[in-house]
């Protein structure tokens, strides 16, 4: 009978190797595509190899989170329930000020890295907040 | 959920680090399981059983709450 899950061994090194590769496959890519060297139909696919850094995280950060306790999983779960009520509720409010010209329309080309810096705020909120509730 | 956790921890004269250590969870997990504000799940109800040689019911009794009331963190 497990309380607690265990980490399985191996796994951050590989997901490490795996997001050092990415990172310089994104710069060979870089290079590439400013020399304009890169045919266009590979230039279109190219440009996702920085999404496998990412991917790779969030691999690694579901295991981290298989490796806690249960109320620590307990708290991580509320935790993302405020990230994705406060994200949500956050770019539907800008998005509704946008349309009523009260702030800049940041098309979404250019608005995902400040979404991923309200997903991270509001997780670390969350999770302040959800800590003190088990104190 | 009321328990007799923080007795019986102390009876033994383990700290929360300790009893946390041979139970496999952290040392908030048993403060909050003592401060009844986490009720554990039934395989760590029965590895604290286990821990200090006791029944469950002679650990854990249920609280005023109805079965449908027992959510952890409501308080």
Same mark, same amino acid.
């Given at each position: 009978?497990?309380?607690?899950?265990?980490?399985?061994?191996?796994?951050?090194?590989?997901? &490490?190797?795996? %997001?050092?590769?990415?990172? +310089? =496959?994104?710069?060979?890519?870089? *290079?590439?595509?400013? !020399?304009? /060297?890169?045919?266009?139909?590979?230039?279109?696919?190219?440009?996702?190899?920085?999404?496998?850094?990412?991917?790779?995280?969030? &691999?690694?950060? %579901?295991?981290?989170?298989? +490796? =806690?306790?249960?109320?620590?999983? *307990?708290?991580?779960? !509320?935790? /993302?329930?405020?990230?994705?009520?406060?994200?949500?509720?956050?770019?539907?409010?800008?998005?509704?000020?946008?349309?009523?010209?009260?702030?800049?329309?940041?098309?979404?080309?250019?608005?995902?890295?400040?979404?991923?810096?309200?997903?991270?705020?509001?997780?670390?909120?969350?999770?302040?907040?959800?800590?003190?509730?088990?104190? | 959920?009321?328990?007799?956790?923080?007795?019986?921890?102390?009876?033994?004269?383990?700290?929360?680090?300790?009893?946390?250590?041979?139970?496999?969870?952290?040392?908030?997990?048993?403060?909050?399981?003592?401060?009844?504000?986490?009720?554990?799940?039934?395989?760590?109800?029965?590895?604290?059983?286990?821990?200090?040689?006791?029944?469950?019911?002679?650990?854990?009794?249920?609280?005023?709450?109805?079965?449908?009331?027992?959510?952890?963190?409501?308080?």
């Amino acid at each position: 009978m497990a309380v607690t899950a265990k980490r399985r061994s191996g796994h951050p090194y590989r997901l &490490l190797w795996l %997001a050092m590769v990415s990172a +310089g =496959l994104s710069l060979v890519v870089a *290079l590439l595509r400013r !020399e304009h /060297l890169l045919p266009a139909g590979v230039e279109t696919v190219a440009v996702l190899v920085p999404v496998i850094p990412l991917v790779a995280f969030f &691999l690694g950060f %579901a295991g981290w989170i298989r +490796g =806690l306790d249960e109320l620590e999983r *307990l708290i991580h779960l !509320e935790a /993302l329930v405020v990230q994705f009520g406060g994200t949500g509720i956050l770019a539907m409010a800008y998005g509704a000020l946008a349309r009523a010209g009260a702030v800049p329309d940041v098309p979404a080309s250019h608005a995902y890295p400040f979404l991923w810096v309200a997903i991270f705020v509001f997780w670390a909120i969350g999770l302040a907040v959800v800590r003190r509730k088990y104190r | 959920m009321r328990n007799r956790l923080r007795l019986l921890r102390a009876t033994r004269g383990w700290s929360q680090a300790q009893l946390a250590e041979r139970l496999g969870v952290s040392r908030q997990t048993v403060n909050a399981i003592e401060t009844g504000k986490y009720d554990p799940s039934l395989p760590l109800a029965f590895a604290i059983g286990r821990v200090f040689g006791e029944a469950l019911e002679a650990i854990f009794e249920p609280g005023d709450e109805a079965p449908g009331d027992s959510e952890n963190g409501r308080r």
